[in-house]
T-cell receptor
Framework: GNSVTQMEGPVTLSEEAFLTINCTYT??????LFWYVQYPGEGLQLLLK?????DKGSNKGFEATYRKETTSFHLEKGSVQVSDSAVYFC?????????????FGQGTILTVHP | DTAVSQTPKYLVTQMGNDKSIKCEQN?????MYWYKQDSKKFLKIMFS???????INETVPNRFSPKSPDKAHLNLHINSLELGDSAVYFC????????????FGSGTRLTVV
């Protein structure tokens, strides 16, 4: 079946530091990949997505590239802000037998200090 | 205007009780979902309805019963609550049955004592 593995958290950074959160996946076929963000007390919001190999998703300074050869979709940001503190989820949608179901990684808690 | 709203936001109850969580969406979406987030933040789908029809029913104890009176509402009823049911339950909706275009509610934190 489909699965997503994210780097263990929590991650603590100083403001303006570089961020990488690793994400690898296992899926049959050609899934679409997503990053969701959950701010404290809120639901998940879509941050960015990529639907095919070598696509780069980007939003709010965050980027992730769909790498089929390494089955990865790592999230990066060049300079984090305190307001980026949240939980980040990597997810995939594979269609087929996973019709309608998003498969999530375990989430990575990011805390950014001033 | 809240797109996907859940009530209550917090629910504390004793073991053995029966409780319901309600979800409503005003986006005109055809499909609604329930996801469970455990204490380690792991999210897993439980159920999905498309136009009031159950289309996804994961391996969930039959103490959990979803009900969709219309396509804008999806409720979750839980019988005989157990300590392990403590979690955050998220409702979501999408235009069609898909992994795209999900809108999530803000969650219901259920604590069973």
């Amino acid at each position: 079946g489909n699965s997503v593995t994210q780097m263990e958290g929590p991650v603590t950074l100083s403001e303006e530091a570089f961020l990488t959160i690793n994400c690898t996946y296992t899926a049959t076929g050609y899934p679409s990949l997503f990053w969701y963000v959950q701010y404290p007390g809120e639901g998940l919001q879509l941050l960015l997505k990529a639907t095919k190999a070598d696509d780069k998703g980007s939003n709010k300074g965050f980027e992730a590239t769909y790498r089929k050869e390494t089955t990865s979709f790592h999230l990066e940001k060049g300079s984090v802000q305190v307001s980026d503190s949240a939980v980040y989820f990597c997810a995939l949608y594979g269609g087929g037998t996973s019709y309608g179901k998003l498969t999530f990684g375990q989430g990575t808690i990011l805390t950014v200090h001033p | 205007d809240t797109a996907v709203s859940q009530t209550p936001k917090y629910l504390v109850t004793q073991m053995g009780n029966d409780k319901s969580i309600k979800c409503e969406q005003n986006l005109g979406h055809d499909t609604m979902y329930w996801y469970k987030q455990d204490s380690k933040k792991f999210l897993k789908i439980m159920f999905s309805y498309n136009n009031k029809e159950l289309i996804i029913n994961e391996t969930v104890p039959n103490r959990f019963s979803p009900k969709s009176p219309d396509k804008a509402h999806l409720n979750l009823h839980i019988n005989s609550l157990e300590l392990g049911d403590s979690a955050v339950y998220f409702c979501a909706s999408s235009q069609v049955v898909s992994g795209y275009g999900y809108t999530f509610g803000s969650g219901t934190r259920l604590t069973v004592v």
